[in-house]
């Protein structure tokens, strides 16, 4: 599977946007990009997912490059429960299995 | 609705002994997963089911670890002679048909520490 890269820290403060990047500069034609965050001591939970447009859903939107070498996940207003680790994911269309990363712990400031 | 559960939500064992851990999945969905997360890393794939078909079981660390799903619902992840580095989180997540398109719904996990 394609790796990502994304940084291992990010902070924001309370109703402000987030823009958490991810780099997938090995992605393939068929690679979904997948987004879930994980809350402490909670599952991870699913954000959202594109292929190659941008797509916005209630949580959040996802915008791609162009060249789908990088995208970035954009929390219009973060809230105190925005704070989880949040996972970039490429996922080919045939593959059913998740490889999570070690992803972005997203600090909120009051 | 109801969704995915786990069982129990916290395991101490002893070193050498066997344990098992249910994962009830959201009522419908034909495609169930176990990942693991040891302690300050991501998750890591362990077995998928889908349907009757045969599982998945790439991700399996060792002979130890075994899982069965019964009447295509519950799951049971079964770990035999327990290690030390058998701790971690261990995540049951499913999703609604193939899985290679849907999201997959995460249950709140089983915590098992081995002394």
């Known amino acids: 599977d394609a790796k990502t890269t994304q940084p291992n820290s990010m902070e924001s403060n309370e109703e402000e946007p987030v823009h958490l990047p991810c780099n997938h500069s090995?992605?393939?034609?068929?690679?979904?990009i997948h987004w879930y965050r994980q809350l402490p001591s909670q599952g991870p939970e699913y954000v959202i997912h594109?292929?190659?447009s941008n797509v916005n859903n209630r949580m959040a939107s996802l915008a791609i490059a162009e060249d789908r070498k990088s995208s970035t996940l954009i929390l219009h207003r973060a809230t105190l429960r925005d704070a989880a680790v949040y996972y970039c994911?490429?996922?080919?269309?045939?593959?059913?299995?998740?490889?999570f990363g070690k992803g972005t712990l997203l600090t909120v400031n009051p | 609705g109801a969704g995915v559960s786990q069982s129990p939500s916290n395991k101490v064992t002893e070193k050498g002994k066997d344990v098992e851990l249910r994962c009830d999945p959201i009522?419908?969905?034909?495609?169930l997963y176990w990942y693991r997360q040891s302690l300050g890393q991501g998750l890591e794939f362990l077995i998928y089911?889908?349907?009757?078909?045969?599982?998945?079981k790439s991700g399996l660390p060792s002979d130890r670890f075994s899982a069965e799903r019964t009447g295509g619902s519950v799951s049971t992840l079964t770990i035999q002679r327990t290690q030390q580095e058998d701790s971690a989180v261990y995540l049951c997540?499913?999703?609604?048909?193939?899985?290679?398109?849907?999201?997959?719904?995460f249950g709140p996990g089983t915590r098992l520490t081995v002394l």
């Open positions: 090995t992605i393939s034609g068929t690679d979904y």
């Open positions: 994911i490429l996922r080919r269309g045939s593959n059913y299995k998740l490889t």
């Open positions: 997540a499913s999703s609604g048909t193939s899985g290679s398109y849907n999201e997959q719904f």
């Open positions: 009522s419908g969905h034909t495609a």
């Open positions: 089911f889908q349907g009757n078909s045969a599982p998945d």
């Open positions: 594109g292929l190659t």
